[in-house]
């Protein structure tokens, strides 16, 4: 079994300043990772995903997440929001070799302040 | 706009209803998801078909049922309705067999009053 713990329900940062939303994992197999976000009223988009390779991953939108396998974490990163940044961002993970289904985190409500 | 079309968008029933939401996947994936959301259990797995076979299934009451048409579009069957059904429900569709890229549909709130 897996499951997503997201440190931060919310975080509250200023347009232009970096922000940091943090994710830790735990699992008995081998899994992929990802980030979604969902902006109000829509559905959830793919920020980003790990599957294999390097641990430095970038996304759209110049978000960029680190996988650390040591620490079973997956943090989520960007050096500079901006309002439109404000939404709901979930960490997800999938056992490797499964159909797909997603475990997702309880989310973090980013609000991006002027 | 992610391709994957779901109606209706709200849907109002009252307790001990049967409703039916609909998804119609991207064109060309053959793996649709359902998920529920809501403010007490987060985002859930219900359950999964491929090419109109169930293939995953998560936390789905046995009130709910889910099934795939040889279109590929899938519905999602709610019967028995209680008040903590209320909640966004959201299809996903993938190309294959999925390594956990999907893309989501806007959804169908659902109220249960």
């Known amino acids: 079994a897996q499951s997503v713990t997201q440190l931060d329900s919310q975080v509250p940062v200023f347009e232009e300043a970096p922000v940091e939303l943090r994710c830790n994992y735990s699992s008995s197999v081998s899994v992929y990772l990802f980030w979604y976000v969902q902006y109000p009223n829509q559905g959830l988009q793919l920020l980003l995903k790990?599957?294999?390779?390097?641990?430095l991953v970038k996304g759209i939108n110049g978000f960029e997440a680190e996988f650390n396998k040591s620490q079973t974490s997956f943090h989520l990163r960007k050096p500079s929001v901006h309002i439109s940044d404000t939404a709901e961002y979930f960490c997800a993970v999938t056992p490797k070799g499964s159909w797909g289904k997603l475990q997702f985190g309880a989310g973090t409500q980013v609000v991006v302040t002027p | 706009d992610s391709g994957v079309t779901q109606t209706p968008k709200h849907l109002i029933t009252a307790t001990g209803q049967r409703v039916t939401l609909r998804c119609s996947p991207r064109s060309g994936d053959l793996s649709v998801y359902w998920y529920q959301q809501s403010l007490d259990q987060g985002l859930q797995f219900l359950i999964q078909y491929y090419n109109g076979e169930e293939r995953a299934k998560g936390n789905i009451l046995e009130r709910f049922s889910a099934q795939q048409f040889p279109d590929l579009h899938s519905e999602l069957n709610l019967s028995s309705l209680e008040l903590g059904d209320s909640a966004l429900y959201f299809c996903a569709s993938s190309v294959a067999r999925g390594d956990g890229e999907a893309f989501f549909g806007q959804g169908t709130r659902l109220t249960v009053v």
């Open positions: 790990y599957l294999s390779g390097s641990t």
